[in-house]
């Protein structure tokens, strides 16, 4: 009976592994093209970068999880985590769009650019993730 229950356990490991690498990644990419140090941010105790930088992480695991579940296997699932990756730099781009100096204000500690930064990340992950039909 426990071998049964775990006979799924190296897919498991597979796909966590890869989920976290793509998470890492994401977290090292979007960091490095957002102008304001989100971690020294953080560490300097700035809620505002930690709410963007939080919900912008939502945004982009929502589309990995339906990846998870959905693909055909895991070349497939890092293939739709790269174009989750991609869809969150360019919302970070579009979003500027209204709010110009949004890294400025986020640095800044205002909470109201984070959080439309934030909830415009998460967005737009919900929307990938639905999206990710094949």
């Known amino acids: 009976?426990?071998?049964?229950?775990?006979?799924?356990?190296?897919?498991?490991?597979?796909?966590?592994?890869?989920?976290?690498?793509?998470?890492?990644?994401?977290?090292?990419?979007?960091?490095?093209?957002?102008?304001?140090?989100?971690?020294?941010?953080?560490?300097?105790?700035?809620?505002?970068?930690?709410?963007?930088?939080?919900?912008?992480?939502?945004?982009?695991?929502l589309p990995v999880v339906s990846a998870i579940a959905h693909s055909a296997n895991v070349i497939d699932c890092m293939v739709w985590s790269t174009i989750a990756l991609i869809v969150q730099i360019i919302v970070f781009y579009i979003v500027k769009i209204p709010v110009p100096n949004l890294s400025a204000r986020i640095a800044a500690g205002e909470l109201a650019p984070a959080i439309w930064l934030g909830l415009s990340s998460l967005a737009a992950g919900a929307l990938n993730a639905a999206c990710m039909i094949y």
């Open 1 to 61: 009976m426990i071998l049964q229950s775990l006979a799924g356990l190296p897919a498991f490991l597979v796909y966590f592994c890869t989920a976290l690498i793509a998470v890492v990644a994401y977290l090292f990419v979007y960091t490095r093209v957002t102008p304001h140090d989100e971690f020294q941010l953080i560490r300097d105790n700035d809620p505002a970068a930690a709410i963007a930088l939080g919900l912008s992480l939502l945004g982009f695991v």
